[in-house]
């Protein structure tokens, strides 16, 4: 059976991802890069963007993490952004495997949590590791990756012989949205040689914009490459992406290959301003200055709000998801704006909870969305993980979701599965 | 010094990459899109999205290129689309590396025209196999790969214990504009036992949409799979690219990480409408759309025209620098829309051609480009490649491009050119 619906992130009811709502800037931004139609590759077809570009990188690097210098270049999502950390810790560790390839390379390691996003895995198997040379770290009740558990997987390693090459960590999971505690990992990483330290922020990096909630990653300066999403709680509109890293020659050195046709030395600029030898990617939509179009109008401080926004409307649900009856959070305090949580009908309640019972709630999440999405009412995610059955993800990446949004949420919950 | 000058594709002239032009229609649905602003990943959050990318992708599978079955995903730009066409022929080959990474595999060869498009050397060191094992064989005067060198090298790796793992041939090189021998290089592929023949036509796989001109691609009905941007000679606006297979089940074998929380199995619609489990990427852009409006609005006859017409523009063009004092082409009889000339200034027409002189020529193309830069007249790509040196490399993308630009072209040349 095929149903045919139309959602799209701009229904006002949709959040079903790590991105929603529609920033009318952002897309002032996108529909001038749809028509100028050019590339970031060279200066010289994309002069401006390139100037734009190069200063959002930097303002990034210096000012929003607090990196004395560095590098970075935007790509086409955060799945790419962390191949390109793998990439960078590959080539800061073995430079010659970029002529010889993996063959002659030893036995590695990649760290990541049991919950980080699956990119990893992927990034794994494309870029010749295998995901054999994935090690998946254990979490807490938070979700966050235990750093005793860390120590002891890279003692593991190590004790057959295998190379701890990079830690992956997440700051702002997939489903829980927890964050990884950066200084604790990073005194593991200097501990052991300096492993490459990582950090994917797709989702939960916007923090790093506001003051007040930056503090869930401290110890970023510490890092040696991040990953950021600006389509996802920043609201630049997918796509938007990129990967900093704080060795600043690292990404040249990693993937130039000096195309002459491309990259002549001989223009009449600044050679230096053609980022494109830094990418994997050729020709490269121009994704940053949509981003900037924000930046420009709101400000340092309207970004901080916008991202602060999207915390207090979070916590509104969670305070609801406390006090309304039939509602049991996965995660009592969550870190980020996911708020992960079962809905229990009344039928379920107050009864012995066994194996039988969890499959019958693992079935309430799949009705009630399934009304949802014939309805036309809204649009959440449910999933199940590791040992949970199916439980919602509901998730608030914009600011123009309001605590009254919320509440709506729970109200319609209920009406669609207080009869199951 | 930065000189800030302001071209961007949409200048009547811009001839300085693969793209150019502006597609009012193509613009259309990348509006549009981008104010939907949704991921491909999955069907319920880009429902109809998903029906078309699915529609399209077996459309170019089964009519535009004639295979019998296969699939396909879009991804952003020729140079990823390539890198899928390298992760299935290892994947085919040697499924067991997806686990267990390429330290297990035996050593193998990627072969490739001297001309062919650096990506698949990005290709080569980005996923594991390293610079060292791709083998370039030689070219003739069309800049064509030769069969029989080809062969040669396949025989010289096999000598020395060397998999020959996947040949890239190139359909419309990126400078030369040449049609690597198809039919010949599939008898080869065939002859060694199978090995993966990949296509790169992302720039000159547009001439599959014309009955006139598709013979230039003439056995790619035996390839394993074919990269195609529709953003270059098909007006798609960047990003539209794709990789497409034969292998029906490959693409999700290679590349499934089989995330739950974004692939569950208990939807309401049939899964094998989620997409996203084939590609490398999670979010990724609705770039099908773009295309489909396009091929909807114009039909097979009207874009079949679109790039009749772009060959025809560019013969003028030969033409033109046949016959006119002081152009010199490189190919006599370009294959594709790519025009490669040197202008040799009247001070320098009839001398003894050494090196002197030759150096002397490498320096025109710079000379008048920076007048056509800081005088905004127009933009033309000039390199130097192997043994020549620096030469134009006009190129017609678009069908808005007309003979009396070519001539204008000519003329603008010669004025910016002759006092030199």
């Known amino acids: 059976m095929l149903v045919i619906i139309g959602y799209f992130s701009g229904h006002p009811y949709f959040f079903n991802q790590l991105f929603g709502g529609l920033d009318k800037l952002a897309l002032s931004g996108a529909i001038l890069t749809e028509a100028l139609n050019t590339s970031a590759y060279t200066y010289e077809v994309s002069p401006v963007f390139s100037l734009m570009e190069r200063q959002i990188i930097q303002k990034i690097i210096t000012e929003t993490i607090g990196w004395p210098q560095g590098d970075g270049v935007f790509c086409p999502g955060g799945s790419a952004a962390n191949m390109y950390g793998v990439s960078l810790a590959r ?6 495997s970029k002529v010889k390839g993996m063959r002659g390379m030893p036995l590695v390691h990649l760290y990541t949590s049991r919950l980080s996003h699956y990119s990893l895995k992927k990034a794994a198997f494309f870029m ?3 995901i054999d040379s994935i090690v998946t770290v254990g979490t807490d009740r938070f979700g966050r990756m235990i750093p005793a558990a860390l120590e002891k997987a890279i003692e593991h390693s190590l004790a057959n012989g295998i190379v701890p090459l990079m830690v992956n960590a997440t700051s702002g999971t997939t489903v829980f949205g927890a964050y990884d505690p950066l200084d604790e990992i990073a005194d593991i990483c200097k501990k052991y040689g300096g492993v490459w330290l990582h950090v994917d922020g797709a989702w939960g990096g916007a923090v790093l914009l506001s003051k007040k909630l930056r503090n869930k990653m401290k110890g970023i300066d510490r890092a040696d490459s991040l990953t950021w999403d600006p389509h996802k709680m920043a609201g630049s509109i997918l796509q938007c992406a990129l ?3 704080k060795h600043a020659t690292l990404l040249k050195e990693a993937h130039s290959a000096k195309a002459r046709y491309l ?16 990418s994997v990617q050729c020709g490269r939509k121009i994704d940053a200055f949509k981003l900037w179009v924000q930046w420009k109008a709101y400000g340092n401080v309207g970004m901080a709000q916008r991202v602060e926004s999207c915390f207090e409307t979070a916590l509104h649900l969670r305070d609801r998801c406390r006090t309304t009856p039939g509602f049991r959070l996965l995660v009592e305090d969550p ?3 996911n708020v992960c949580f079962w809905y229990i009908p009344p039928s379920l309640r107050e009864q012995t909870e066994d194996e039988d019972w969890w499959t019958k709630v693992s079935r309430v999440a799949p009705a009630i969305k399934a009304k949802m999405q014939t309805t036309g009412a809204m649009l959440i995610g ?6 949970f059955v199916n439980f919602w993800r509901m998730v608030v990446a914009s600011p123009e979701n309001t605590i ?11 009406e669609f599965g207080e009869k199951l």
Chains 1, 2 share one sequence.
């Open 91 to 96: 080539h800061s560790k073995f430079p010659e």
């Open 382 to 387: 449910y999933q199940p993980q590791e040992e």
């Open 128 to 130: 010749g590791f295998g």
């Open 335 to 337: 870190e980020c704006t």
């Open 404 to 414: 009254q949004d919320m509440d709506h949420i729970i109200d319609t919950i209920i």
């Open 263 to 278: 990259f002549q030395q001989d223009k009449i600029y600044d050679v230096t301003y053609d980022s494109g030898d830094k």
């Open 243 to 245: 990967v900093v890293t």
